[in-house]
C-alpha cells in the first residue's frame, strides 16, 4: 500500500489520521472545508472539529482529489450523507478502502459497503467500528475496535496498520451486522440522551440500553448480521459508549431534546453531523421492510419528526403489551 488517505477531517477523520501519524505513517488528510484546511497547514490544528491537539508534519492536508495516487489505502471518514457524493469525485478507483462511517444512506437504506461496492465496483473492503471517542483516541486513551471484511487477508492487514500501546484492532467476517450495529447504536444513542435530558434516572437509562439491545440483535440478525457482534464490540460495546458518554453528539441531540428544545434549535449549533438522527428514519424503513419490531427507534424517529413530546414516548413504550423477555 503506497499511500494512506483519510477522507474527511472531522473530529473523527482527523483524530485518526493524528493517531496513524502518531505511529510515524506518513498520512494525506482530504478536508472539505476551506477554514479547516486553512488551519491545518497554517496553524497545525483542526480548531473546529478537534481543537487542542498539534498536528504532527507527517499529516498533510489536501484539497484537491487530483492528488491521489493509485495504490493506497483510503480511509472513509465522511457522514454517510455524503459519502455517495464523495466517492464519485475521486479521479481514480481505490483498490483498498476502509469505511469509518456510522450510518445508513436515507434515501437508498444502504450500507457503506453496499454504497462503496456500487459507486467503486469490487476492491478490498472493511468496515472500522467500536467504541472510540475521536478525542480520546487522540489523547492516547487506551480504545478498542473491530475491523470486518470478507476478505481476511485485508482485515489482518488493516488490523495490523492501525494497532499499537493505544488503539487495538480485532478483526471480523461480518461486516453487515458490524456496519447495522454502527448505525443502530447512535439511534439508540439519541434515546438514551431523551432519557438523561428528562433527569429519569439510571433504572430508566439501563432499561433503555438493554432493550436497545434486544431491538438491534433481532434487525442485525434479519439482516444476516451475526448475534456475537451485537454482543461485541461494535454492538454492546459501542452502544454503552455513545449511550452514556458526554462526548456523544447523538447523546447530547436526544439530551436537548429532552430538555425541551427543538431538533432544527439543537442542529442549527451543531457543526458537526449526529449521524443517528437521519440514519434513524433509514433503519425505521429497513426493519418495516423486513418486519422487525423495534418500537425505541419508532420513538425516536416520532420524538425528531413528528414533534412527539419525549416523555409521552416514554410512556407509550412502557404501556406497550406485555410479553416474555426471550
Given at each position: ?12 477523520g482527523?483524530?485518526f489520521?493524528?493517531h496513524?501519524a ?8 482530504w ?15 483542526n480548531?473546529?472539529?478537534?481543537p ?5 508534519n ?10 491521489l495516487?493509485p495504490?493506497?489505502i483510503?480511509?472513509?471518514a465522511?457522514?454517510?450523507r ?10 481514480l478507483r ?6 469509518l ?8 437504506l ?6 462503496v461496492?456500487?459507486?467503486l465496483g ?10 472510540s471517542?475521536?478525542r ?20 489482518s492487514?488493516?488490523?495490523v496498520?492501525v494497532?499499537?500501546e493505544y ?14 450495529c ?5 439511534v ?7 432519557v ?14 438493554v432493550?436497545?439491545?434486544a ?10 448480521g451475526s ?5 461485541g ?7 454503552v459508549l455513545?449511550?452514556?458518554g ?8 436526544g439530551?436537548e431534546l429532552g ?7 439543537i ?7 449526529a449521524?443517528g438522527?437521519?440514519?434513524s428514519?433509514?433503519?425505521l424503513?429497513l ?6 419490531e423495534m ?5 425516536v ?6 414533534e412527539k413530546e419525549p416523555?409521552?414516548a416514554?410512556r407509550e ?10
Amino acid at each position: 500500500m503506497e499511500g494512506i488517505y483519510v477522507i474527511g477531517a472531522g473530529s473523527w477523520g482527523t483524530a485518526f489520521a493524528y493517531h496513524l501519524a502518531r505511529k510515524g505513517l506518513s498520512v494525506n488528510l482530504w478536508v472539505r472545508e476551506e477554514d479547516v484546511f486553512r488551519q491545518i497547514k497554517e496553524e497545525g490544528e483542526n480548531k473546529v472539529f478537534l481543537p487542542g491537539f498539534k498536528l504532527p508534519n507527517n499529516l498533510r492536508p489536501f484539497r484537491d482529489f487530483s492528488e491521489l495516487k493509485p495504490g493506497g489505502i483510503y480511509f472513509m471518514a465522511v457522514p454517510s450523507r455524503y459519502a455517495r457524493g464523495i466517492l464519485r469525485k475521486l479521479p481514480l478507483r481505490p483498490q483498498h478502502l476502509v469505511s469509518l462511517t456510522k450510518g445508513i444512506e436515507e434515501d437508498t437504506l444502504a450500507t457503506m459497503s453496499h454504497v462503496v461496492r456500487e459507486e467503486l465496483g469490487k476492491l478490498d473492503y472493511a468496515v472500522l467500528s467500536g467504541p472510540s471517542f475521536a478525542r480520546e483516541v487522540a489523547q492516547g486513551s487506551p480504545t478498542v475496535v473491530v475491523v470486518a471484511s470478507e476478505n481476511q487477508n485485508f482485515a489482518s492487514e488493516v488490523q495490523v496498520l492501525v494497532s499499537d500501546e493505544y488503539l487495538r484492532a480485532y478483526t471480523s467476517s461480518d461486516v453487515v451486522g458490524v456496519e447495522l450495529c454502527a448505525a443502530v447504536k447512535n439511534v439508540l444513542a439519541i434515546a438514551a440522551g431523551v432519557v438523561t435530558g428528562l433527569g429519569l434516572g439510571h433504572n430508566t437509562l439501563s432499561a433503555l440500553i438493554v432493550r436497545g439491545i434486544a431491538e438491534m440483535r433481532r434487525f442485525v440478525m434479519a439482516m444476516g448480521g451475526s448475534s456475537d457482534t451485537v454482543s461485541g464490540i461494535a454492538g454492546v460495546g459501542d452502544l454503552v459508549l455513545t449511550a452514556t458518554g458526554a462526548l456523544s453528539r447523538n447523546r447530547k441531540v436526544g439530551y436537548e431534546l429532552g430538555k425541551g428544545k427543538t431538533l432544527r434549535e439543537i442542529l442549527g449549533g451543531m457543526r458537526m453531523v449526529a449521524e443517528g438522527v437521519t440514519t434513524s428514519k433509514a433503519v425505521l424503513s429497513l426493519a418495516r421492510r423486513l418486519g422487525v419490531e423495534m418500537p425505541i427507534t419508532e420513538k425516536v424517529v416520532e420524538v425528531l419528526y413528528e414533534e412527539k413530546e419525549p416523555s409521552r414516548a416514554i410512556r407509550e413504550l412502557m404501556l406497550r403489551s406485555l410479553k416474555s423477555e426471550y
